[in-house]
């Protein structure tokens, strides 16, 4: 009559999907020319992961981040989480279809791995951009978004793929169905 619980052969190729948004979401952040901040008014002053500029209407100045060593650390640590992370994605795959639950710990030990340098990343932006800029207002905006919307996404994925080795039977679909009623 009823299942009951999750249609985990579904779930297989869901896990994978989450992890491509997340390699887009990295991209994303990476890629930006702007939008990690802005000044109050968006008017003034942003920056990206790469160079701020200063300026108004058409006249802006734009100089490199990567002169400072912290720019380079973070530049470093998010294009190192975006290469483990897509690795991470392709043992998915391979997990996925033979549902191999040592690639499984794998998958979840490099995730775990991506979140660690991608939140180091993420914490020393916001510091030494505020360091090096000290007037005014500045909001991290929708490039930054993305980037800490790639690595919860992560996380999220990192605790699925430590749990799923328990579940070998219901992936593979080997794993008696259970029934909240009976009519017998």
Avoid at 34 to 56: F, P
Avoid at 126 to 153: D, Q, R, S
Wanted: include cysteine; aromatic fraction near 14%.
């Amino acid at each position: 009559m009823f299942r009951c619980g999750i249609a985990y052969p579904r779930c297989r190729w869901i896990i994978p999907l989450l992890l491509v948004f997340a390699i887009i979401f990295d991209l994303i952040a990476i890629c930006a020319q702007s939008g990690w901040v802005e000044d109050e008014n968006a008017k003034s002053h942003y920056a990206s992961m790469w160079k701020h500029c200063r300026g108004r209407n058409d006249n802006w100045q734009c100089w490199s981040l990567q002169d400072n060593s912290w720019a380079q650390a973070v530049a470093a640590l998010m294009i190192i989480g975006l290469i483990l992370l897509i690795i991470a994605f392709i043992l998915a795959i391979v997990a996925m279809c033979n549902i191999n639950t040592g690639l499984m710990i794998a998958v979840a030990a490099f995730l775990i791995l991506v979140v660690i340098l991608q939140v180091i990343a993420l914490i020393i932006y916001p510091v030494k951009f505020n360091e090096l800029i000290f007037e005014g207002t500045y909001y991290y905006t929708w490039a930054y978004g993305f980037a800490w919307g790639a690595t919860i996404i992560c996380i999220g994925c990192a605790i699925i793929f430590c749990c799923l080795p328990n579940y070998e039977d219901e992936l593979s679909g080997a794993a008696k169905v259970k029934y909240i009623y009976s009519s017998q």
